[in-house]
């Protein structure tokens, strides 16, 4: 394991450039001006975060416990562009990489939103099962874990630290644009079999 950790870590970026790298920090820079215009309110990746995060339920509804189904929606929602990232991150493709990075992150802002709509539980709720029986999670969660009045306390910093891995991926980005030529060489495109 450490062999292979070592030969991605030694391997260079793919196709990374400085007019590559500045086309997603341009994209990286207007989507954070977008949310923070937004003040905590629904973005439009939002339509792609909440279908992952109802698949979750359904998908930790299998075990049969519970509270890992309500867990289960954030924890895919997360999962799935961390995954991504790994992935990416494996095959040193740079731009894929801080993209699903970013978007990692970026899940963070719309997950602090509904930790932080616990107690209120102002939000509308959607569910892929029976509406009667529709749950809050973070409702659920903050009181299984006795700290529900916390709620917009836990909020904030998650979405404190959503924006602080957004600026933080955008930053790496950018450091490692500095040291690419303007246009790189086009290199092998990994196509999976």
Known sequence: MREYLSDILNRPWKGNSRAGVAAEEIFFVLFMLYAFSQHGGYLFIDNVNLPIHEGGHLLFGWFGNHMLTIWGGTILQWAVPLMLAIYFFTQRQIYGFAFCLFFFFENWLYTATYMADARAMVLPLVTVGNPDFVEHDWNSIFTWMGVLQ?????????????????????????????????????????IPK
């Open 150 to 190: 916390y709620d917009t306390v836990i909020g904030g910093v998650v979405r404190f630290c959503g924006w602080l891995g957004m600026l933080g991926t955008t930053g790496w980005l950018a450091r490692k644009g500095l040291n690419s030529p303007w246009f790189a060489e086009p290199t092998e495109i990994f």
